[in-house]
């Protein structure tokens, strides 16, 4: 069994900062790659950030500058740092891990359950 529990999303004003946080635990043979989608009202779920074990990066452009991930390979963590946050950010933000577990040599997708992060004044 594997789980991913999010932490830091809520209300923040225009122009402000948050910082999300995702652990994962369970049987955990290793862990590729790492990242953050968000979903608003009405829309798809889309990719923000994503990072690999060695360290690359990909960000939607609509938050590169703004936002950063990272991650604590030691404790399973990613991070995603929110900065300059407008309204458009408001969204339900979910966190993903590529997960091979010991039961398993195969690779399978995780997720979390999903913070809000809601940017309005």
């Known amino acids: 069994q594997v789980q991913l529990v999010e932490s830091g999303g809520g209300l923040v004003q225009p122009g402000g900062s948050l910082r999300l946080s995702c652990a994962a635990s369970g049987s955990i043979r290793s862990i590729n790659a790492m990242g953050w989608y968000r979903q608003a009202p009405g829309k798809q779920r889309e990719l923000v950030a994503t990072?690999?074990?060695?360290?690359?990066?990909n960000y939607v452009d609509s938050v590169k500058g703004r936002f950063t991930i990272s991650r604590d390979n030691a404790k399973n963590t990613v991070y995603l740092q929110m900065s300059s946050l407008k309204p458009e950010d408001t969204a339900v933000y979910y966190c993903n891990a590529k997960i091979k577990t010991t039961a398993s040599f195969y690779e399978y997708d995780y997720w979390g359950q999903g913070t809000q992060v809601t940017v309005s004044s």
């Open positions: 990072m690999t074990s060695g360290g690359s990066t």
